[in-house]
């Protein structure tokens, strides 16, 4: 039930792309966005709801595919403040619970 | 800028003890969750609330209980603690409506047992 976040990891030199997927064996209703840095809280970046939208973010953007039950966030442009581990929680509940079932995360490292 | 918040931020006890970790919040949110968190690892929902006198386990089992008694206040306990809880306890909140809110996280509590 837990969705599965791809890669696990991701190293990148300052000014490159990275894309973050997030997919479901569950029919998503909808798809939240969070960055942790070490030692923080996890800080909310964007919630997608069910209608196949995009949303953007400054460099951050981030797509959802309802079909495919996956979600996926673009950075572009890396800066070092994009460091972090990254975090998408999934609505799965007809019933507009907002109860999130977190996905197994994904460590991006920004370098110089 | 989110305002809950989230005491001891570090503890570090020994085994049997009681142990009470305190999340309250001042933006009148209805909703409020409480996460467990191992270094590096995925967030896991262990209780949440919708509200006054409402109470839920989450997909997590854990044997710590919580209660809502006021709408800011929402305390996790552990009547014995043991060294499998030792971890990260993450307290969030959000608003009642619209549906799909973001969640606001406290700090966190970094539990130790001995």
């Known amino acids: 039930q837990q969705p599965v976040q791809s890669p696990q990891a991701v190293i990148l030199r300052e000014g490159e792309d990275a894309v973050i997927n997030c997919s479901s064996s569950k029919a998503l209703y909808s798809v939240h966005w969070y960055r942790q840095k070490h030692g923080e809280a996890p800080v909310f970046l964007m919630i997608?709801?069910?209608?196949?939208e995009q949303k953007g973010h400054e460099k951050i953007s981030a797509s959802f595919n309802e079909k495919k039950q996956q979600s996926s966030l673009y950075l572009t442009a890396s800066q070092l403040s994009y460091s972090g581990t990254y975090f998408c929680?999934?609505?799965?509940?007809?019933?507009?619970?907002?109860?999130?079932?977190f996905g197994t995360g994904t460590r991006l490292q920004v370098f110089p | 800028e989110a305002d809950i918040y989230q005491t001891p931020r570090y503890l570090v006890i020994g085994t049997g003890k009681k142990i009470t970790l305190e999340c309250s919040q001042t933006m009148g949110h209805d909703k409020m969750y409480w996460y467990q968190q191992d270094p590096g690892m995925e967030l896991h929902l262990i209780h949440y609330s919708y509200g006054v006198n409402s109470t839920e386990k989450g997909d997590l089992s854990s044997e710590s209980t919580v209660s809502r008694i006021r709408t800011e206040h929402f305390p996790l306990t552990l009547e014995s603690a043991r060294p499998s809880h030792t971890s990260q306890y993450l307290c969030?909140?959000?608003?009642?409506?619209?549906?799909?809110?973001?969640?606001?996280f406290g700090d966190g509590t970094r539990l130790s047992i001995l």
């Open positions: 929680g999934t609505e799965i509940s007809l019933y507009n619970t907002d109860k999130l079932i």
């Open positions: 997608l709801l069910k209608g196949g």
């Open positions: 969030a909140s959000s608003p009642g409506s619209p549906w799909d809110q973001p969640q606001h």
